[in-house]
């Protein structure tokens, strides 16, 4: 059973660009959770999808940022106009189900804006 | 604002000492889960203690939860270098709400 995969491992941005960043959750996983992570802290949450919603994007930037889960494929993460400040490592988590239980990650993708 | 803070933020051990990690943190929760992170890479989900439980054990993991202080310790026994890496507790955010908050870490390192 293959873990939580996410694409590209890692992705360089010229400042403007667009970032797309992919998650597969974990088979027979329907809730997927994206996350930040700035250099030397904890990841901080952005937001939490189920299949063709989005259930809380308290976390997220109002601009530039978008999130989908569709019904066929991967999540994807989306940052418009890339800016150094986004330079982080971004993880994708999934669960079971509903409740707060073991989210299992994966590996993240660095994103370096230059 | 932070939900978990971690102490100490760095741990240095000889390997086969024991390592302690402490977590606090802010409002009432469901349950507190415990992740290891190694340098570069993601994060490996270690225990999950549910409000209702004080203790748990897996292998050489223990980990205390005191709800009346909003605090929680992960003990590592007899440590080895491959136990160094960066360690995480995470918890709910008390309100329902599906995400996790996870406190900045303690990076411990294993001196062989």
């Known amino acids: 059973n293959a873990g939580v995969m996410q694409n590209p491992r890692h992705l360089v941005r010229r400042r403007g660009q667009e970032a797309r960043l992919r998650c597969s959750p974990m088979?027979?996983?329907?809730?997927v959770y994206w996350y930040r992570q700035l250099p030397e802290e904890g990841l901080k949450f952005m937001v939490y999808?189920?299949?063709?919603?989005?259930?809380?994007e308290s976390g997220m930037p109002k601009e530039r940022f978008s999130a989908e889960f569709p019904k066929e494929g991967p999540s994807i993460l989306r940052i418009q106009q890339v800016v150094r400040g986004d330079s982080a490592a971004y993880f994708c988590?999934?669960?079971?189900?509903?409740?707060?239980?073991?989210?299992?990650f994966g590996p993240g993708t660095r994103l370096t804006v230059t | 604002s932070q939900q978990g803070e971690e102490d100490p933020q760095a741990l240095s051990i000889q390997e086969g000492e024991n390592a302690t990690m402490n977590c606090s943190y802010k409002?009432?929760?469901?349950?507190l889960q415990w992740y290891r992170q190694n340098s570069g890479r993601g994060l490996v989900h270690l225990i999950l203690?549910?409000?209702?439980?004080r203790e748990k054990h897996s292998g050489r993991l223990r980990v205390t939860l005191d709800t009346s202080k909003k605090s929680s310790s992960l003990l590592i026994t007899a440590s080895r270098a491959a136990d160094t890496a960066s360690y995480f507790c995470?918890?709910?955010?008390?309100?329902?709400?599906?995400?996790?908050?996870f406190g900045q870490g303690t990076r411990l390192t294993i001196n062989p």
């Open positions: 988590a999934s669960s079971l189900d509903r409740g707060v239980r073991e989210q299992y």
């Open positions: 088979k027979g996983h329907s809730h």
């Open positions: 999808l189920q299949k063709e919603n989005i259930i809380d």
């Open positions: 409002t009432s929760i469901n349950n």
């Open positions: 203690i549910r409000s209702n439980e």
């Open positions: 995470a918890t709910d955010d008390g309100e329902g709400a599906q995400k996790l908050v």
